[in-house]
């Protein structure tokens, strides 16, 4: 059974860069941009609990920070693992060892004892409590668009994350990753509610804290292919399988432009029982990283602006096989 997550391995920052040895000791030295923690206490009321269980689930904060059985179709959070953390394996070639946190409540080895104004700058502004620059791998770059509102539920829902004690390894990222992720992390602050009259606007959005183009568009040396933007064909590699973007622009031969806005809900929705029940078991040519699971929560309206989004966006021609028989290609 193989338990565990990863997604957006992508991300494998910033590979080949020469930097001289002048740069590299400010680099060095420098530290990240950064602003105190706002010292608020989010409400904990059923509303934004409710809230925040949604955004948790449209950004996919389980994808990286819990442990998934894969053995099951679309690889269901283990109930006993959720926000646990994860040391992601050697093989997706990180630059270095990346550990997704202990997210829970636990005071030892997870968020316990954070004030929730540090949480809200971890998830937006990519600094830890101890005010180190997060790797990017946590797709910060991307929450920081989340709305006050939205992050504060967030935090209200994290709040309620049974505890579960576990420690892990802190993350060591190598150089020159290490040292150039420290652009990354800014202030952030009044992030208004999205406006949610515009179908596309809202679209983008739900698109950008759903962080679907990370996955959707096809990287080289780590930065994402010009013009390729959610045309797909991104690999995602694992010992026991290989799952491949699909191409989600409005291409007709090759993306979705003959999908129907109906095809495309019931797309999502085709989960919606598996969520609720449980997934079957599957082998690993259904393997996906595609948060099926957490994705088919959304709302109807949600679903059809990002819907309206993806359709305003330049249809690429990308022809993408998704699940590549194994052997058939090479790493
Ligand atoms: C694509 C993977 C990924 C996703 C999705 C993701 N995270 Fe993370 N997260 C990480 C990694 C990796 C780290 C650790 C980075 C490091 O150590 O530099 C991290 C760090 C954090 C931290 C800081 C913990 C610490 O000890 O500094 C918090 C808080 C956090 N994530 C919360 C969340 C929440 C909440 C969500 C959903 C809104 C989320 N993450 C989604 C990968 C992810
Ligand atoms: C962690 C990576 C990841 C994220 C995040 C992600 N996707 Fe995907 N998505 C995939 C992969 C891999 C596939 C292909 C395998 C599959 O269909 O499950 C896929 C498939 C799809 C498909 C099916 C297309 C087809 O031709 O069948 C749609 C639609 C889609 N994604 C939309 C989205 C949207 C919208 C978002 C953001 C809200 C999103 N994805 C976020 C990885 C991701």
């Given at each position: 059974m193989q338990k565990m997550l990863i997604r957006g391995l992508g991300f494998a920052a910033a590979a080949v860069v020469t930097v001289s040895g002048a740069t590299l000791s400010y680099l060095y030295l420098r530290k990240p941009e950064m602003a105190p923690p706002l010292s608020i206490r989010v409400e904990m009321t059923p509303e934004r609990i409710a809230r925040g269980k949604y955004v948790y689930a449209l950004a996919d904060c389980?994808?990286?920070h819990s442990e998934r059985d894969f053995s099951r179709l679309a690889g269901p959070v283990m109930e006993s693992g959720r926000g646990k953390g994860v040391v992601f394996p050697p093989e997706l070639g990180l630059p270095g060892r990346i550990v997704a946190s202990n997210i829970t409540t636990d005071r030892e080895t997870g968020?316990?004892?954070?004030?929730d104004g540090e949480k809200i700058r971890a998830v937006r502004e990519g600094i830890s409590r101890d005010g180190r620059a997060l790797f990017p791998l946590m797709p910060y770059e991307n929450y920081r668009h989340m709305s006050d509102e939205d992050v504060f539920s967030l935090v209200a829902y994290l709040n309620t994350l049974p505890p579960i004690r576990h420690r892990l390894p802190k993350s060591e990222v190598k150089l020159p990753a290490s040292l150039l992720m420290k652009d990354l992390p800014r202030p952030v602050r009044n992030v208004p509610q999205?406006?949610?009259?515009?179908p596309v606007r809202y679209g983008e959005y739900l698109a950008t804290v759903g962080v679907c183009a990370d996955c959707h568009t096809q990287r080289e040396r780590g930065s994402p292919k010009p013009g390729m933007r959610f045309a797909g064909g991104e690999r995602f590699h694992f010992g026991f399988a290989t799952v491949v973007s699909s191409n989600?622009?409005?291409?007709?031969k090759t993306g979705i432009g003959r999908w129907s806005e109906r095809a495309f809900l019931a797309r999502f929705y085709a989960y919606r029982d598996y969520a609720q029940k449980g997934s079957p078991q599957a082998g690993p040519?259904?393997?996906?990283?595609?948060p099926w699971l957490a994705l088919s929560q959304l709302p109807p309206e949600d679903l059809r602006a990002i819907y309206a989004y993806l359709r305003a966006q330049p249809p690429v021609f990308n022809p993408v096989t998704t699940h590549p028989r194994p052997g058939a290609e090479p790493l």
């Open positions: 389980d994808g990286c968020l316990g004892a954070w004030t999205p406006d949610r009259s515009d989600i622009t409005p291409d007709e040519q259904s393997f996906t990283l595609m």
